[in-house]
């Protein structure tokens, strides 16, 4: 009796454990880790500004040729920029184009006061490996530029210019996904804080 009650506990707690697990694979896969446009992202906070995580993912494409994608010349992709069309400046303009009823009346020259960037900014990373052009982007906390994030946003084979991405914590099952993030982290995220802190060091 004692032994089928051991047994009967045994498959409760795995079947328990079967579900939680499942449970966390659907919400992993299906919702994502937080709303907006990269639900799945994998991100870390680096205790640095944007200007310096630039500056260290820089120093490690030029220290580990290899991580820079083949026939890519950009080590990282500006933010994009456009009017802004809620600045003093843009709304004149528009009132102007309207009064004189000219839909060509030039724009004025941009500036910071006149425009706004994208909240990212992306660089690629390449896994020689592998043959995988690796996505990310960059973002500055928002109300604390000492803060910057850094995500790992997506996978995909060089070879298959066409094909589509494989979305981090979305297309890989779950020890696939976990070795993804551990190689990523390793390989881009722990270095880039080394060579800030390095940075740093040499400076102070």
Request: charged share 25%; aromatic share 12%; hydrophobic share 35%.
């Amino acid at each position: 009796m004692i032994a089928k009650n051991r047994n009967n506990n045994i498959i409760i707690l795995l079947a328990a454990f079967l579900s939680i697990w499942g449970c966390e694979e659907f919400v992993r896969r299906k919702i994502g880790g937080f709303a907006g446009s990269y639900p799945f992202a994998e991100s870390w906070d680096i205790h640095a500004t944007e200007d310096e995580v630039i500056a260290a993912i820089v120093e490690l494409k030029r220290e580990n040729p290899s991580l820079q994608p083949p026939n890519e010349e950009e080590l990282y992709f500006p933010r994009k920029m456009d009017y802004d069309w809620g600045s003093d400046e843009m709304k004149d303009h528009l009132h102007r184009s309207i009064a004189l009823k000219d839909s060509t009346l030039p724009l004025p020259p941009m500036t910071k006061s006149n425009t706004t960037s994208g909240n990212w900014l992306f660089i690629h990373f390449y896994y020689s490996g592998t043959k995988e052009i690796v996505y990310t982007w960059t973002s500055p906390e928002y109300g604390d530029t000492t803060i910057t994030t850094f995500a790992f946003v997506s996978l995909r084979n060089i070879d298959n210019p066409k094909g589509t991405r494989k979305l981090i914590n979305r297309d890989f099952w779950y020890l696939a996904n976990k070795w993804q993030i551990h190689k990523f982290k390793t390989t881009v995220v722990d270095r880039i804080k080394e060579i800030v802190a390095r940075k740093r060091a040499s400076k102070a």
